[in-house]
């Protein structure tokens, strides 16, 4: 995987914005470059990689390692635009602003051909894909990632929050009725977003309530599942959020994330 080197820049950038001076400089275009440049390489490899498997060149097989890098790079990718937003009320930044927002947007093209084409696959072949643990592997990537950029970053758990924010985390979604595999990146993106809520220490636990309330506000935000199967997915996302599964960013530095 090529994630570290984009969780390394990220911690850089975020860095940066969050000292910049009110003038824009050459370090915040060479750093908000650099970026994108890391980004950008990811997503012509993934475009070529889905490419590969839907005209048979690849073995479908290969789609699982596909989805896990996809889903896990948008994860930091949003968490990372989440803390360089919460600057830009603060000082200007527009270099970083503009790549965060262009990032996302397509993070968001990428993952929806991926889900694309895993829709494609026949019912038996899609057993090969194991979406489940396809689900706790990047729970698993996604912690260790975000502790790792908050940290780099020398930046303490306060993630800036409001409702335009938290409905960031939310847009553009894949529909959750398509299949349960949309659900699966549904689920991540609930996951990012109770992780982005302030007032959390790395390694402190939250009592019962708390966790309930935000889990509570995170999926309301998310949008109400408007079938039976949806709905048991989510109360199923909802108790692992309330058990502490993925909630906690107290995963080590270094630690196997594999």
């Known amino acids: 995987m090529h994630l570290r080197s984009i969780a390394e820049t990220a911690a850089v950038l975020t860095w940066s914005a969050s000292n910049q001076a009110d003038e824009l400089?050459?370090?915040?275009?060479?750093?908000?470059?650099?970026?994108?440049?890391?980004?950008?390489?990811?997503?012509?490899?993934?475009?070529?990689?889905?490419?590969?498997?839907?005209?048979g060149e690849s073995s479908p097989e290969q789609l699982t390692t596909l989805l896990e890098e996809i889903l896990t790079a948008e994860l930091l990718t949003r968490s990372t635009a989440a803390r360089i937003f919460s600057f830009k009320r603060q000082?200007?930044?527009?270099?970083?602003?503009?790549?965060?927002?262009?990032?996302?947007?397509?993070?968001?093209?990428?993952?929806?051909?991926?889900?694309?084409l895993h829709g494609s696959i026949s019912a038996e072949t899609s057993k090969l894909l194991k979406s489940e643990r396809l689900f706790r592997k990047v729970q698993r990537w996604s912690d260790y990632l975000v502790s790792y950029y908050l940290v780099a970053s020398e930046m303490p758990l306060k993630a800036a929050f409001d409702s335009d924010l938290c409905l960031d985390f939310c847009d553009d979604r894949s529909n959750p009725e398509s299949s349960e595999n949309a659900m699966v990146a549904r689920q991540l993106e609930l996951v990012a977003l109770v992780r982005s809520f302030p007032n959390r220490e790395i390694g402190h636990r939250v009592d019962a309530e708390a966790h309930r309330s935000r889990c509570d506000q995170a999926i309301f935000l998310s949008g109400?599942?408007?079938?039976?199967?949806?709905?048991?997915?989510?109360?199923?996302?909802?108790?692992?959020?309330?058990?502490?599964?993925?909630?906690?960013?107290?995963a080590p530095l270094g630690s196997q994330t594999d």
């Open 25 to 55: 400089s050459s370090d915040q275009s060479l750093a908000a470059a650099e970026y994108w440049k890391e980004t950008n390489f990811l997503f012509q490899r993934w475009s070529r990689a889905i490419r590969e498997i839907h005209i």
């Open 91 to 116: 000082r200007q930044i527009e270099d970083f602003t503009q790549v965060a927002e262009k990032s996302i947007e397509e993070h968001v093209k990428i993952r929806n051909r991926a889900f694309d």
């Open 224 to 250: 109400q599942p408007s079938t039976e199967n949806s709905g048991l997915l989510f109360s199923r996302t909802r108790r692992r959020i309330l058990a502490g599964e993925g909630f906690l960013l107290n």
